[in-house]
């Protein structure tokens, strides 16, 4: 069982519908979580971090976390067909190595 | 300012050849770090720095590997006598350790591809 796992996909949704994308971690030590967002060919992007549990919005983008459940979100409202990308959960326990998942792939439909 | 940054973008190489791999970080990111990607996955821890220490090098899968970064800015990862295995992108990314939650912001990336 890999450490961060997440739903491989593809996720389909419309233009304008909201995207969830969901990730799990093993390791309770876990402090810091993190969204990136990687195009075909490109290197991965900072989208959110996130550290408390609860919401943290930062414009159409929603990351949720549950430490108790070992559970991080991503909500994309009103989404684009520029979101359509694969999104990356990562988490790390301290300032050292991030373990990431393998990804969710998303593609949003004019 | 400028971002993270990786010399060559791309590099082919024979099988047994030996390869070095650049990364430049953020001004004033003390910290930078080593990922490998293969197709399809997430990228793969390989070796950590902390200025010019290696504070962790458990990711590096064998002794072909090994990364250096003298001087505490640029970093080398240096593969030998390479194999077809090691086809992949290596990323390098970079941070402040003082920020936390330790953001980590990637490179382009080098796509190395043994024959």
């Known amino acids: 069982q890999k450490e961060v796992e997440q739903n491989s996909g593809p996720l389909s949704v419309p233009e304008g519908a909201i995207a969830s994308l969901n990730c799990t971690y093993s390791?309770?030590?876990?402090?810091?979580f993190f969204w990136y967002r990687q195009y075909s060919g490109k290197s991965p992007e900072l989208i959110m971090s996130?550290?408390?549990?609860g919401d943290k919005e930062d414009g159409r983008f929603t990351a949720q976390l549950n430490k108790a459940s070992q559970y991080v979100s991503l909500l994309i409202r009103d989404s684009q067909p520029s979101d359509s990308a694969t999104y990356l959960c990562?988490?790390?326990?301290?300032?050292?190595?991030?373990?990431f998942g393998d990804g969710t792939t998303l593609t949003v439909k004019p | 300012g400028a971002g993270v940054s990786q010399s060559p973008r791309y590099k082919v190489a024979k099988r047994g050849q030996d390869v070095a791999l650049r990364c430049d970080p953020i001004?004033?990111?003390?910290?930078l770090f080593w990922y490998q990607q293969a197709l399809g996955q997430g990228p793969e821890f390989l070796t950590y720095?902390?200025?010019?220490?290696?504070?962790?090098k458990s990711g590096l899968p064998s002794d072909r590997f090994f990364a250096e970064r003298p001087e505490g800015s640029v970093s080398t990862l240096k593969i030998q006598r390479t194999q077809q295995e090691d086809s992949a992108v290596y990323l390098c990314?970079?941070?402040?350790?003082?920020?936390?939650?330790?953001?980590?912001?990637f490179g382009p990336g080098t796509r190395l591809t043994v024959t």
């Open positions: 996130i550290y408390s549990n």
């Open positions: 990562a988490v790390k326990a301290n300032a050292g190595k991030s373990t």
């Open positions: 001004s004033g990111h003390v910290s």
């Open positions: 990314a970079s941070s402040s350790p003082t920020g936390f939650p330790y953001e980590q912001y």
């Open positions: 390791d309770r030590g876990s402090q810091s």
């Open positions: 720095f902390q200025n010019e220490a290696q504070l962790d």
